[in-house]
């Protein structure tokens, strides 16, 4: 069966500095996959896809940027973190059974 | 921007149905209904979804109108661990699509004792 690994679960940043979220799948090859961010109260919001190795697409342009280096893993980073970045994120993957499968979440706080 | 409209929240009464209403007027013939729920602080599960036909499964059951342009999420005998935002989607199947998609608000489903 196809799992969705996200780390780290709560994080908390000071203001300017460098963010790393890492996020990898197993049991499936080339997915789809996806970084949602959830302010709190609010709806998910997509920041950014990927269909394969290499292929990044950004929704927001903001403060934060995404790779995937291999196919199984997709990261998102920052280089100076600001205060609005704080949020809830998801990595996510899409699958033909069940659409979206979401990791457990990181819970990022910016001071 | 999320292409379905639910209402922000709904209470039912623990043991009751809980039938949660989402419409999507602009659905494309090739666009699945997906329904997921996020309990605080944790990632959305999914529920169910379906093309054109009623579908049940262990957790719930899904009613799409025959014009699809609406469906209802029905969950049969609700508990209080039911408590949590429900999202009702709409996309393509395949996992090639691309899709923008953002999750709207949801609905704030509260299970009362």
């Known amino acids: 069966s196809q799992t969705i690994h996200q780390w780290p679960a709560t994080l908390v940043q000071p203001v300017g500095s460098p963010l790393s979220l890492e996020c990898t799948v197993e049991?499936?090859?080339?997915?789809?996959l996806y970084w949602y961010r959830q302010a709190a109260g609010r709806g998910l919001q997509l920041l950014f896809y990927?269909?394969?190795?290499?292929?990044i697409s950004s929704e927001v342009p903001q403060n934060l940027s995404a790779s995937r280096p291999q196919d199984r893993q997709f990261i998102l980073s920052s280089k100076k973190l600001l205060l609005s970045d704080s949020g809830f994120y998801l990595c996510?993957?899409?699958?033909?059974?069940?659409?979206?499968?979401f990791g457990s979440g990181t819970r990022l706080t910016v001071v | 921007d999320a292409k379905t409209t639910q209402p922000t929240s709904m209470d039912c009464a623990e043991g009751r149905a809980a039938n949660l209403p989402c419409n999507h007027s602009?659905?494309?013939?090739?666009?699945?209904v997906y329904w997921y729920r996020q309990i605080h602080s944790q990632g959305p599960q999914y529920i169910i979804h379906?093309?054109?036909n009623n579908e049940t499964n262990e957790m719930a059951s899904l009613i799409i109108t025959e014009d699809r342009k609406s469906s209802t999420l029905i969950l049969p005998h609700a508990t209080l661990r039911d408590t949590a935002v429900y999202y009702c989607?709409?996309?393509?199947?395949?996992?090639?699509?691309?899709?923008?998609?953002?999750f709207g608000t949801g609905t704030r489903l509260t299970i009362i004792p």
């Open positions: 379906g093309l054109k």
């Open positions: 989607i709409v996309r393509v199947a395949q996992a090639e699509g691309n899709e923008k998609l953002t």
């Open positions: 990927s269909v394969g190795i290499g292929q």
């Open positions: 049991g499936t090859s080339n997915p789809n």
């Open positions: 996510a993957w899409f699958g033909l059974n069940y659409g979206y499968t």
């Open positions: 602009t659905i494309s013939g090739n666009e699945y």
